[in-house]
């Protein structure tokens, strides 16, 4: 009876023992298994962010334009149809930027003359305005500020004139230094009598594309 009882005893022993390796061997395998997966979903989760937050550029099929005077080359957004004028002068009226609808160009053999365009950049000598604005200032009915800007590794100034009363509109004016007593002159103007809107945004964005032909 005693051998029995011993017998039985440490059957439920054993079988205690063989419980516990069971569930600890469960328990390091599942730790196991999560610091293995761990690692994983945070490589997949910043390569999810990094893709996220990666750039979009915009600009990457805008058509390409150099002007003329073969001084500077730019791209020209969706929607914009601008004139390729002698004398590395490009403008143009409509400047509305419209996904999907490719810019178009159209080359004048003629200078333009006139004061009318919404968007124009041209380089052109440094005249008694130097780096400053083309608009006479003060003025009545005149808000103005400015403040540095650069591009293409020039630098200069950006305008801004608010023109209140008979005449509401905006005018952006920016005015860099390329060297040989020229300057790189882009306006952009905002009629809010005609209802234009103001995308200065898109504006920018044609800036920064701009390249100096050395």
Known sequence: MVRYGNSHGFSIVLGLVVVFVIVMAGTV???VFRQNQSPTKVQVSDQKKSVEEKPVDESAHWIGVTSQGGAFSMKVPDGWELTNYPHDYIGGMSVDHRSGIPG?????????????????????????AG??????????????SHQDFSVSGLQGKRYKAVFSGEL??????????VGNGKKLDIMYSVNQNEHETDDVATVEKVIKTIQIVK
């Open 29 to 31: 395998g599942w730790y």
């Open 104 to 128: 178009s160009i159209v080359v004048s053999d003629e200078g333009y003359t006139g004061h009318s365009l919404r968007f124009r950049v041209s380089i052109s000598p440094l005249d008694e």
């Open 131 to 144: 780096l400053g604005p083309q608009w006479s200032s003060p003025q009545p009915g005149l808000q103005e």
């Open 168 to 177: 509401h509109q905006t005018i952006y004016e920016y005015v860099l230094d």
